[in-house]
């Protein structure tokens, strides 16, 4: 049977795919934004652990400052939702137009060459975004989206992502994910990796914003296992002049991360995943408000369980 909390869940997520979408822009994105703010008022546990994570992130900011920090956060968290909602009403053109892309030509000449690219993304900008307007405007995008529960949002979420144009392998319950993976870089795809939160205990310890965290190793094991080329990539907002109320998504793809010389495998994904935790590291102290990350990161956060010691990685 399924709980009435599901049946919520899901009739929340189809009211917002539907009701959003058939607003116009401006009073969706007013309404999200006026969402935003009450959610930071009230001040529940995902306000709290991105007030957290931003004063990591940012020590040198004020009690006030952080404040507004997380108040703009929670607006750009929110505006994500609200195009999201809002994409699969969106032309291939208006996709194009709505991004600016930073970096891209070394990535383009991969593609160009019949190579594939990995990506890996921290929890920046409009991910979704990004990867409609990979899928139209440089080459078929193949990736991974975390199994939600009730399994009816995540359907709801696959079939959304899906419509974009993008192929979507289920992290968990739909057998080795990385084999399947591996499996697609035969060809020129783009495969952008969430990477920046490790979710199934396998991932490795970096260094984060001078702080210890860890990372998934996917992208960096993937790299190593095809010889696919690994770029970092950070999204942000950027507000436009006119008309001031909206955003453009900007698109960074950064250097290439090249394989270490020497060492054995694990230890050169460590370095290759640590070269990724420093450019998405740079990126979220310059953009902070844009990076969507209200769960537990740093290893300091962490609840130890039973016989483990304070900050040990579960």
């Known amino acids: 049977m399924t709980s009435l909390g599901d049946l919520l869940a899901v009739s929340g997520y189809r009211l917002g795919w539907g009701t959003v979408r058939r607003l116009p822009e401006r009073t969706a994105l007013t309404v ?120 009816e949002v995540y359907a709801e979420f696959l079939a959304f992502r899906e419509s974009l144009g993008m192929t979507i392998l289920p992290l968990t319950g739909g057998g080795d994910v990385f084999a399947q993976l591996r499996g697609h870089l035969t060809k020129p795809v783009l495969m952008p990796l969430l990477a920046d939160r490790d979710l199934t205990d396998r991932g490795v310890e970096v260094d984060l914003l001078g702080h210890r965290s860890k990372m998934a190793a996917g992208p960096a094991a993937l790299s190593l296992a095809t010889g696919a080329a690994l770029f970092p990539v950070s999204i942000h907002y950027e507000r436009l002049e006119r008309p001031s109320w909206k955003h453009r998504t900007v698109i960074t793809f950064h250097e290439r991360v090249e394989v270490p010389t020497t060492g054995a495998t694990r230890a050169k994904a460590v370095a290759m995943t640590q070269a990724c935790a420093d450019a998405l590291g740079a990126a979220i102290v310059e953009h902070t408000a844009d990076w969507h990350m209200l769960q537990r990161v740093f290893l300091d956060d962490l609840e130890p369980r039973p016989g483990r010691a304070p900050g040990e990685w579960p």
């Open 32 to 151: 999200f934004e006026q969402l935003a703010d009450l959610t930071t008022a009230r001040g529940g546990k995902g306000v709290r652990r991105l007030r957290s994570n931003y004063a990591r992130a940012r020590p040198e900011l004020s009690a006030a400052e952080l404040d507004a920090l997380v108040k703009e956060g929670m607006r750009s968290y929110l505006r994500y939702y609200c195009e999201a909602f809002r994409l699969p009403d969106r032309s291939q053109a208006e996709i194009v137009a709505s991004v600016r892309v930073e970096g891209d030509g070394p990535v383009r000449a991969e593609l160009a060459a019949g190579r594939p690219v990995v990506c890996f993304l921290g929890h920046l900008g409009n991910w979704d975004l990004a990867g409609a307007w990979g899928t139209t405007a440089i080459a078929p995008v193949v990736t991974v989206a975390e199994r939600l529960e009730p399994e």
